[in-house]
């Protein structure tokens, strides 16, 4: 069974940082490209970074320079450091595991005051 479990959400204020953590278990992690996605009230759920097997990341324009994706094969946990928070950011983050396969976690609720 495909679990995905993040962490790390709240409150913080513009300009501020947040660290989230997806913890996965049931799947060969390290054989999974992993991505976090986000879903503000209102508006369709969108990609914010991938990283790949092998290292490699990519990021949505919105967020480039002040997010950054990582993982840890041997604790099986992807993360998302967040700096430099604007109140655009605030959504609710989610990370992705897919292969014939699309699971999701429950979400972390990220706020950005003003």
């Known amino acids: 069974q495909v679990q995905l479990v993040e962490s790390g959400g709240g409150l913080v204020q513009a300009g501020g940082s947040l660290r989230l953590s997806c913890a996965v278990s049931g799947i060969l992690f390290s054989l999974n490209d992993m991505r976090w996605y986000r879903q503000a009230p209102g508006e369709q759920r969108e990609l914010v970074a991938t990283?790949?097997?092998?290292?490699?990341?990519d990021y949505a324009d919105s967020v480039k320079g002040r997010f950054t994706i990582s993982r840890n094969n041997a604790k099986n946990t992807v993360y998302l450091q967040m700096n430099s928070l604007k109140p655009e950011d605030t959504a609710v983050y989610y990370c992705?595991?897919?292969?014939?396969?699309?699971?999701w976690g429950q979400g972390t609720q990220v706020i950005v005051s003003s």
């Open positions: 990283i790949t097997v092998g290292g490699a990341t």
């Open positions: 992705n595991a897919k292969r014939w396969y699309d699971s």
